[in-house]
């Protein structure tokens, strides 16, 4: 991590670099696979409503083609499926599911700028732009940081490199889309979105594990090594913390004798509590208060 004391500034460069240098794991860096099932259920529910309201539309209107109706109609009932199954899906059919589901959005960009008639180009695109870097969003939080960015920058490259070539078909200027310079223009929206993007959860991994480090690094000060109980410096700070929040505790003051401390100090016990209550008993207790 790159941390600019003097301006207080932290390089997104050097916060993607350093979680791209980490070795592979599981879950990946950058990953969030809870918060990505979330998403994904919520954004098929909108598209299979979407798609749904888009095929009725085409079958009432005589002027939309039929391959939007066709792939319309396939939509849905591919959404519907999924979103039907979802509680007897295995994570691994949720995935393919999340996959096949940009593959079919960039089949329908590439054709339509590509192929179909120029009447598909405006509905093909505006769908991509939209649906789009929501599926890369969620792909990044369920693939992970490195397999995000490796996704998210060939659907940038297809889509860029589709609009560039299609823009140079005669017919495309009764759509007023013959213009070269969109395909370099979409190429950059996409990339740096998901540059951004994936810097953005690989810094909440990184600040994650530095939070989890400096727990058990305050938790190695503040406990004794052979029995995990507060010594005086965590007691203090558990205490501060209960009277802040005015949660009720106790103080209990016990008296031991030498056998029992040597047994204590031994680091083969396993559970001092129950030794202490074993060996020193009620008798023990010299004062308690509680609040």
């Given at each position: 991590m790159k941390v600019t004391t003097g301006s207080s500034r932290?390089?997104?460069i050097s916060w993607i670099l350093e979680a791209w240098r980490l070795p592979d794991r599981t879950p990946p860096v950058g990953?969030?696979?809870?918060?990505?099932?979330?998403?994904l259920r919520f954004l098929v529910l909108v598209a299979?409503?979407?798609?749904t309201l888009m095929m009725i539309a085409g079958l009432l209107i005589d002027s939309v083609s039929s391959v939007s109706v066709q792939f319309a109609g396939f939509f849905s009932a591919f959404l519907i499926t999924l979103f039907l199954a979802w509680h007897r899906l295995p994570l691994a059919a949720l995935r393919a599911g999340l996959m096949l589901g940009l593959l079919l959005y960039q089949a329908r960009w590439v054709s339509a700028w590509l192929m179909l008639p120029p009447a598909e180009v405006p509905v093909a695109s505006i769908a991509g732009i939209v649906y789009t870097p929501m599926l890369l969003l969620i792909i990044g939080l369920m693939e992970g940081q490195k397999r995000g960015v490796v996704i998210?920058?060939?659907?940038?490259?297809?889509?860029?490199?589709?609009?560039?070539?299609g823009s140079f078909r005669p017919e495309m200027s009764t759509v007023a889309l013959d213009d070269?310079?969109?395909?370099?223009?979409?190429?950059?929206?996409?990339?740096?979105?998901?540059f951004i993007q994936n810097a953005w959860s690989a810094q909440q991994t990184l600040i994650e594990e530095r939070g989890f480090e400096n727990?058990?690094?305050?938790?190695?000060?503040?406990?004794d090594e052979v029995?995990?109980?507060l010594n005086r410096r965590g007691l203090d700070i558990a205490v501060t913390g209960w009277i802040s929040r005015r949660r009720p505790f106790g103080v209990m003051l016990i008296a031991l004798d030498s056998s029992t401390s040597a047994v204590l100090a031994d680091e083969?016990?396993?559970?001092s509590s129950d030794l202490i209550e074993q060996d020193a008993g009620a008798n023990c207790v010299r004062s308690y208060w509680s609040s």
């Open positions: 932290i390089g997104a990953s969030n696979q809870e918060l990505a099932l979330l998403l299979m409503v979407s798609a998210g920058l060939l659907v940038a490259l297809a889509m860029g490199a589709s609009a560039t070539v070269p310079r969109l395909g370099p223009l979409i190429f950059v929206l996409i990339a740096v979105y998901v727990a058990i690094m305050k938790a190695s000060v503040n406990e029995t995990g109980l083969s016990s396993k559970n």
